[in-house]
């Protein structure tokens, strides 16, 4: 399902990652993608390749912690296409209410695991 109003999504996904330290946004692959310290961290997803999703794709530690994701809330959580296999997880957008205390929660740990220690260790 798409998101109601994507480009108000976009922003608010925008606002969350460029307030994190030292991050940064380009597009990568024709859709945006932040980083820090030159390592992406999240990937704003809509209707890419026609999916009819609206996402952002963070990182997670691995196979373990996706796997628990995908299988506890299905809903929210799905296999993003080309980047799941590296341990990334895709959190929808779609809902009309989206819980954006989750997003920032998932956008936060998806840094710190991309960001170098001494940058990390500023992070609350």
Known sequence: MLAADPAA???????LCLALPETGER????IPAFDVAGKMF???RHDHHGDGMTAVCVKTTGRDE???????DPQTYGK????WPSGWVAVS?????????LVEARLRS????????RLAARLP
Do not use: C, T
């Open 66 to 72: 996706q796997e628990m994701l995908w299988e506890a």
């Open 27 to 30: 597009i990568s692959h024709g």
């Open 42 to 44: 999240a990937y704003f």
């Open 80 to 83: 993003p296409a080309y980047l």
């Open 9 to 15: 999504v976009e922003q608010r996904v925008r606002d």
């Open 110 to 117: 998806s840094w710190a695991l991309a960001a170098p220690k």
């Open 93 to 101: 957008l779609a809902d009309e209410v989206v819980d954006w205390a």
